[in-house]
């Protein structure tokens, strides 16, 4: 069972990251620009942990990034978080039609993750390089708001 709760800085910092996730620094601010510009969630375990946190922060007129951290404990909760996921971009679908997720290339559970949620790689697009890691775009388009 999976909990929806607030997204905060400190729920972030508990989620248990993959080995291929990690942590920022933030910036001055970070936090509540994505809660106050964007959409920010959280799924909390039975025991209150955080497994995992996610959002969408707009781009563009109809466009947003969505962004996400699992939890390397959460597997036995995928179900349910994918799920909960959907419904969450679904609520914003007429904000912002468009969605675009970069993922590590060799990041096996995103790609994953994508593919559960409706995301598909842009079609002819080059990976993206960027801080010396290699990016694939996936993008998700809700068709008549």
Not at 107 to 123: C, N, Q, T
């Amino acid at each position: 069972m999976i909990t929806a709760a607030p997204f905060t800085l400190e729920r972030w910092r508990d989620v248990r990251l993959q080995p291929a996730q990690k942590h920022e620094p933030p910036s001055p601010g970070y936090a509540d620009r994505l809660v106050a510009e964007g959409a920010a969630w959280a799924y909390d375990d039975a025991e209150g942990h955080t497994i995992a946190v996610g959002g969408l922060y707009p781009v563009g007129p109809g466009q947003a990034v969505a962004w996400t951290y699992l939890g390397a404990d959460c597997g036995r909760y995928m179900t349910a978080l994918v799920r909960a996921m959907r419904e969450a971009i679904a609520t914003h679908k007429e904000r912002w039609p468009v969605v675009r997720a970069a993922v590590l290339a060799d990041f096996e559970a995103g790609r994953r993750l994508m593919a559960m949620l409706g995301f598909v790689p842009l079609i002819n697009a080059e990976p993206i390089m960027w801080a010396g890691k290699t990016y694939i775009v996936f993008q998700k388009v809700h068709y008549g708001g």
